[in-house]
């Protein structure tokens, strides 16, 4: 999970490794993270017996965006609650938006 982060995000995590914590929110719940509804939890560890989930389980969807462009981060206290007011995201779905609707046709 550091390496994915250091790969997707290298001018935040840049070469951090021990010193990077992970937190969690429970799953499905990253527009409510978002939009400072709800807490994270710092992870301690895998108990005993227990295994990592699988990377598709991790909630790595790459983000998009212009270099120019500050990546967007939840921002929490030491506690894992949000810092700053609920807020409600300005968002649209893939459907209504034209860069995914107008899609060009595949090449043959």
């Given at each position: ?18 010193g ?9 719940t ?24 699988r ?6 969807d ?25 807020f ?11 860069e995914f609707?107008d ?6």
């Amino acid at each position: 999970m550091k390496a994915h982060a250091r790969l997707l995000l290298p001018e935040v995590f840049g070469d951090a490794d021990e010193g990077m914590e992970l937190w969690l929110a429970p799953g499905d719940t990253e527009l409510r993270v978002a939009q400072n509804e709800i807490p994270l939890t710092r992870w301690s560890g895998l108990p005993d017996g227990d295994s990592m989930p699988r990377a598709a389980e991790c909630g790595f969807d790459p983000e998009i965006r212009n270099p120019s462009e500050e990546p967007f981060a939840a921002k929490r206290d030491v506690d894992g609650q949000p810092v700053g007011a609920r807020f409600k995201a300005q968002f649209e779905p893939p459907e209504r938006i034209s860069e995914f609707v107008d899609l060009p046709p595949p090449a043959a």
